[in-house]
T-cell receptor, first 115, second 109 residues
């Protein structure tokens, strides 16, 4: 149980395009979903927290107009990297949580490469 | 959230128990200790969590000292597939996981 699916797993695109990443909780309803970013040889950095039906809360230094988050239902959140540039190339990972002190469960990540 | 301190790296022998320490001397009474691991190029995997009692599941055991200032994750029979970065995280009510550098565990045959 507690499976989180992330799609796509790998994307390469040209500079200036927008990329959408989907995160789905397959066998549970997630009250909260989280988006992280991980650069090579570094640890995960939280970008934003989203609750179904409300606006995402972004961490300091993360541009909300560049990283659009939509949490449309209790099983789906999307991250759109708008007008992506090479410096946005990274490993993006989502997680989902039921509630209380239940743990977050993570997707397998999306490796984004901007040329 | 309380800061946690873990060794940078550890080597373990395949088939033997792996004991991963974590210090969290400033942990508060309502903070849980969570353990995750990240195998190369994958998303983190939840292992176990606890508040003050020892916990065991199919993956590992978590031993928390009585004063809660430290804990040990035990992988009972390490395999090569357990090679990963292991993260010990103390978590409060806002449920935001803060990943440090973790311990790079290498299981050797």
């Amino acid at each position: 149980g507690a499976v989180v699916s992330q799609h796509p797993s790998w994307v390469i695109c040209k500079s200036g395009t927008s990329v959408k990443i989907e995160c789905r909780s397959l066998d549970f309803q997630a009250t909260t979903m989280f988006w992280y970013r991980q650069f090579p040889k570094q640890s995960l950095m939280l970008m934003a927290t989203s609750n179904e039906g409300s606006k995402a809360t972004y961490e300091q230094g993360v541009e909300k107009d560049k990283f659009l988050i939509n949490h449309a239902s209790l099983t789906l959140s999307t991250l759109t990297v708008t007008s992506a540039h090479p410096e946005d190339s990274s490993f993006y990972i989502c997680s989902a949580r039921v509630g209380g002190h239940q743990p977050q469960h993570f997707g397998d990540g999306t490796r984004l490469s901007i040329l | 959230d309380a800061k946690t301190t873990q060794p940078t790296s550890m080597d373990c022998a395949e088939g033997r128990a792996a004991n991963l320490p974590c210090n969290h001397s400033t942990i508060s009474g309502n903070e849980y200790v969570y353990w995750y691991r990240q195998i190369h190029s994958q998303g983190p995997q939840y292992i176990i969590h606890g508040l003050k009692n020892n916990e065991t599941n199919e993956m590992a055991s978590l031993i928390i000292t009585e004063d809660r200032k430290s804990s040990t994750l035990i992988l009972p029979h390490a395999t090569l597939r357990d090679t990963a970065v292991y993260y010990c995280i103390a978590l409060k009510g806002d449920y935001k996981l803060s990943f440090g550098a973790g311990t790079t565990v290498t299981v050797r045959a």
